[in-house]
């Protein structure tokens, strides 16, 4: 483990000795039955907290509202034992990748369910954080069993805000704030470069230095990470009113957030508005509804990817010093035919006003500020609404029918004009517009039966659902444009091309759950959900998948009753199954067929082969856990089990010279793991509280079969590498792949390799069955922390998250220290090896021995972050009208302790977030040019009418 990092876990242990020991010196006056009273929402329904009998975490409000955070998923972060959530990127409006409880599956998505206020989705990208009450996570099959092929990646319930009874409540909240990288990365100054580009043409590589040197770059010196990189700014307006009477609850809110990121032209910018609605019609008939709308811009920075392909963050960095942000920046000599055509005397393209710098080396391989001026912006509608009715049938009978509706209108606009850069002029413009549409129709009906007894407490659900998806899009693309052309108009197009696609997905379900609590020690709850997809051909449409769970509540019984040291005991258990059906297209049982229209006429080629015989995934889930209680509940400790293995896991591939793809189901994968949560109220008086939070999760997986005709599946292409991750069987997911070395020879700075047989060897002696399991990304454990301060008026509030084991590919380093071509390079390459006899771990410049996939490049990715801390203060009725104003300030990523020299370790470039070609397998922990964490410093202000 890192030194620093278990440094910093034995403070957080003796800081947990200290809460422990206040907690069992402090009397507390909370009421033991009123904890116990507390609902959780569970699926179609909430249940006593004494009756959980699955492992479940929740989420309040307070331990986010203070932190700029435009997703859910960051909400989330740190904040539940098994839920581990990577920002793989700091740009933006950027995906987060939520997983509970690891990774079960290779290709298929592993993001949870969302329930938000009854509506299901996968999409929570719009929703406004502020929004949200609490959220609750069903994390084992036996309670997530009953949402059905759309429960196997665990289900994360959101609540939101609604109207109560009592006096109508004015809240307006906003905070300001500016982002500034957490870390750089330092390159050769322009001496440093041209020692490097002498020592490449000593050794065989080009004479590059020679371009370095011509007089028409004299006297620039172009600091391009400084030119890239800026000052972010973060700005966050909502708005809200909530009233409620006897019969009627409203709340409605308006948001607005806009982040200009810390590289151009990256920005986020969504407007939100909600309404919930609730209304006695008669006494017997109530109604609910829910209607958000949603309006997001984002504005897209090319990341992940190399300097030769668009990358920015690695083209600020590989960008020579001596080259100037526009051609014109140069001296412009007469004489230079570069840059004036020698018959004619016209300055050249590259060199008029406005243009951006040719490279010299290669033109295509332009300068960053080149890269971020291509246009990119994506402007998204969303609708999302549910209407429900809650009709008393009987005393003890009720019927919800419900109906949601949700709707997704996106256009994507690229566009890079014909005259500014090489590549715009190459294409004389070059454009694109993609129009999607998704809508998403949601029919339920549930009957609930509750019978209370004397010591019997027994609830019967019975449900069908029926569902369906309908997904649309046009593209249209083309390129030589007029002269005049700066945004994409497809008509101006003379080299035009489009594709339409449709699809409808249907999903029919029957789902059901009964509920018996006996003398309200003693729970089992059982669950089913029958599923049929139409995505899967006859005969493997209908999948059925129940789940069964108990819990005994000890501290009831006799002998512990009247303890007063011990206020709960809980033991639960829980089997069930899930299923998968994500990665499935709704047409994979057809071959596919597309149009290539030749002087107007369609030719159509095969493009899917049949998937008929596919099966979806099924993962079954076995959960034991135990929940304990100290000192009336001032002390909650919960540790949780578990074993989960999914079968017919499903995966793409690409068959014969056209690449055409086919679905098949090709083997097993397990996952088992250990869940540990402790909250704490160690200090509660009348002027002074402290509560803590602590949460570890170890989670470990392998792939325990594959079909024998696969034996392994290559996975992330590193471009001009090779593939870098291997799946096979007995392996955990996502393993490096690659050569192990041995250093660098002190007689001719080449590196040297180990192969198979574990003999030293030469680069030129290599094979490829010398290639073996370099790194692994998945981690040992990961871990939470939070601290909550309250004085009087003022408040404290701390979060330290982290990861401990994981490994990470820093392919970055690929293009910083290759030193086989004319990019810049990082320092670490003055340490290259130079003279014979020279002990280094970097090889000389323009070695052929360092262009391989190799443990060279494989760093540890452990990190513990102070995610978060935010000191506030509470101003009681400080004017007339308003109740309550609360200051704060807060900071967010303040400071990383890791070995890992990028920029940042939370990162994954090839996360299906993030758009990456390649990204459709279970692949992460890797670097390569992503945009960088930000650490963020904000202001805000909160006002209660």
């Not at 330092?186 to 590589?205: A, C, F, P, T």
């Not at 999948?543 to 501290?555: D, E, N, Q, R, V």
């Amino acid at each position: 483990m890192n030194v620093r990092i278990s440094r910093s876990l034995g403070v957080i242990a003796v800081l947990y000795f200290t809460a422990n020991f206040s907690a069992q010196t402090k009397k507390d006056t909370v009421s033991k039955e009123n904890k116990i009273e507390e609902i959780v929402m569970i699926g179609y329904g909430g249940v006593k907290k004494q009756n959980l009998t699955s492992a479940v975490s929740t989420v309040k409000s307070d331990a986010f509202d203070d932190r700029p955070i435009y997703n859910v998923g960051q909400a989330l972060q740190g904040q539940a034992a098994g839920v581990n959530v990577t920002q793989a990127s700091g740009k933006p409006g950027a995906g987060v990748e939520v997983k509970i409880r690891g990774n079960n599956s290779i290709s298929s998505s592993v993001s949870p369910l969302y329930v938000v206020d009854g509506i299901q989705t996968n999409d929570i990208s719009g929703i406004n954080t502020d929004d949200i009450l609490d959220m609750t996570i069903l994390k084992d099959a036996s309670s997530t069993a009953i949402y059905g092929i759309n429960g196997s990646s665990g289900v994360v319930i959101i609540t939101t805000k609604r109207g109560k009874i009592g006096k109508p409540q004015l809240n307006f909240n906003a905070y300001w704030g500016f982002s500034k990288t957490m870390k750089n990365i330092d390159v050769l100054n322009q001496d440093q470069y041209r020692s490097l580009l002498g020592d490449i043409k000593l050794n065989g590589g080009g004479d590059y230095l020679s371009t370095a040197n011509n007089p028409r770059y004299a006297g620039i010196n172009t600091d391009w990470t400084k030119e890239v990189f800026q000052t972010g700014f973060d700005q966050n307006y909502n708005v809200n009113y909530a009233f409620g009477n006897e019969n009627v609850k409203a709340y409605a809110a308006l948001g607005y957030q806009d982040i200009d990121g810390i590289i151009k032209p990256s920005r986020f910018q969504r407007t939100s508005a909600k309404v919930n609605l609730d209304a006695v019609i008669l006494p017997w008939l109530k109604l609910n509804s829910t209607v958000n709308y949603f309006i997001t811009n984002l504005t897209n920075t090319n990341d992940n990817l190399s300097t030769a392909r668009g990358g920015v963050v690695l083209s600020a960095f590989n960008t020579p010093t001596f080259l100037p942000v526009y051609g014109n920046q140069v001296i412009m000599n007469p004489s230079d035919p570069e840059i004036y055509d020698p018959v004619t005397g016209a300055i050249k393209d590259g060199y008029k006003p406005g243009q951006y710098g040719p490279n010299p080396y290669q033109s295509s391989w332009e300068n960053p500020v080149a890269y971020q001026s291509r246009k990119d912006k994506t402007l998204t509608q969303r609708f999302l609404s549910n209407l429900g009715l809650e009709v008393r049938l009987l005393k003890d009978l009720t019927w919800k029918p419900s109906v949601s509706f949700d709707m997704i209108d996106s256009r994507n606009t690229k566009f890079t004009d014909g005259y500014q850069t090489s590549y715009g002029r190459s294409k004389f413009g070059i454009g694109s517009q993609e129009f999607t549409q998704f809508q998403e129709y949601n029919f339920e009906n549930t009957l609930n039966y509750t019978l209370k007894r004397s010591i019997h407490d027994f609830s019967l659900l019975g449900g069908i659902q029926i569902n369906e998806r309908n997904f649309q899009s046009k593209y249209y693309g083309g390129d030589n444009f007029p002269n005049d052309t700066f945004n994409f108009s497809y008509d101006l197009a003379k080299n035009q091309s489009y594709d339409i696609r449709k699809e409808i997905l249907r999903q029919v379900s029957f789902f059901g759950r009964a509920l018996y609590t006996l003398n309200g020690k003693y729970t089992v709850m059982g669950v089913f959900r029958q599923n049929g997809n139409s995505a899967l051909a006859s005969g493997n449409k209908w999948g059925f998948f129940p789940g069964a769970s108990a819990s005994w509540l000890i501290s009831k019984e006799n002998f512990l009753a009247d303890s007063k040291v011990i206020s709960e005991l809980k033991l639960r258990g829980g089997w069930g199954k899930t299923g998968n059906a994500s990665a499935i297209p709704a047409y994979s049982h057809f071959n596919l067929y597309n149009p290539f229209w030749t002087n107007g006429v369609p030719v159509y080629t095969v493009s899917q082969y049949d998937s008929g015989d596919l099966a979806w995934e099924t993962t079954t889930d076995s959960n034991i856990g135990l929940d304990l209680g100290l000192l009336t509940n001032r002390i909650r400790f919960s540790i949780d089990a578990y074993q989960r293995k999914t079968d017919n896991l499903i995966t793409p591939f690409d068959l014969g010279p056209q690449k055409l793809r086919i679905y098949r189901n090709i083997g097993s994968l397990e996952n088992k793991g250990l869940e540990l949560s402790l909250n704490t109220m160690n200090i509660k008086n009348e002027n002074f509280t402290w509560n803590t939070s602590f949460n570890i999760s170890f989670t470990n997986n392998k792939i325990t079969h594959l079909n024998k005709e696969l034996r392994t599946i290559p996975a992330a292409n590193i471009e001009g590498m090779g593939t870098l991750v291997r799946f096979e069987e007995g392996q955990p997911l996502g393993m490096f792949y690659g050569y192990k070395t041995s250093g660098v020879n002190p007689n001719n700075g080449d590196m040297m390799y180990v192969n198979a047989n574990g003999k030293v060897v030469s680069y030129t002696e290599l094979k490829p069955e010398d290639r073996g399991y370099i790194g692994n990304p998945n981690p040992d454990f990961t871990f939470g922390f939070s601290n909550n301060f309250k004085y009087k008026n003022w408040y404290l509030d701390m979060l330290i998250t982290g990861s401990v084991g994981n490994d990470i590919f820093n392919a970055t380093r690929f293009d910083l220290e290759m030193m086989n071509d004319y990019k810049n390079q990082s320092t670490a390459v003055l340490n290259r090896w130079t003279t014979a006899g020279q002990i280094t771990d970097v090889p000389r410049a323009n070695s052929a021995s360092a262009q391989f996939i190799s443990d060279r490049f494989v760093e540890d990715g452990s990190y513990l972050k102070l995610k978060a801390v935010t000191l506030g203060y509470n101003f009681m009725s400080p004017f007339k009208g308003v109740s309550k104003l609360n200051v704060y300030v807060t900071g967010q990523n303040l400071f990383t302790i890791t070995n890992y020299s990028g920029m940042d370790p939370e990162v994954n470039a090839f996360s299906p977030n993030n758009g990456t070609t390649g990204a459709e397998r279970a692949v992460f922990g890797i670097d390569y040019g992503t945009y960088p964490q930000v650490r963020t410093f904000i202001i805000g202000l909160k006002a209660n009418f």
